[in-house]
């Protein structure tokens, strides 16, 4: 059974910084994209971030030159350095990946989430 399991929220004030991890265990046979998503109360769900297994990356613009979304495929490990954070980036924080189990098949999973608050 895959499972996504993040970690590294927490309580943070502006400025400041946090590092999210979300790793993939299981049978996996190759993990393809993996994306940080947000969802703040009130809030649509938005994608923050996202990183092909070929290093191929793409930010929110309300994130660039702030969060750093790395990987390591042989960890099969996901990353989200966030710095100089604002009250605005305080939501709980989603990993996704498409996970292929085989050569023949891939599904989407999801984390359980971490929540990032940014306050004085």
């Known amino acids: 059974q895959v499972q996504l399991v993040e970690s590294g929220g927490g309580l943070v004030q502006p400025g400041g910084s946090l590092r999210l991890s979300c790793a993939a265990s299981?049978?996996?046979?190759?993990?393809?994209?993996m994306t940080w998503y947000r969802h703040a109360p009130g809030k649509e769900r938005e994608l923050v971030a996202s990183?092909?297994?070929?290093?191929?990356?793409h930010y929110a613009d309300s994130v660039k030159d702030r969060f750093t979304i790395s990987r390591d495929n042989a960890k099969n490990t996901m990353w989200l350095q966030m710095d100089s954070l604002k009250p605005e980036d305080t939501a709980v924080y989603y990993c996704?990946?498409?996970?292929?189990?085989?050569?023949?098949?891939?599904?989407?999973?999801w984390g359980q989430g971490t929540q990032v608050t940014v306050s004085s």
């Open positions: 996704h990946a498409n996970i292929a189990i085989d050569m023949w098949s891939s599904e989407r999973y």
């Open positions: 990183i092909t297994g070929g290093g191929k990356i």
């Open positions: 299981g049978s996996i046979f190759r993990v393809g994209t």
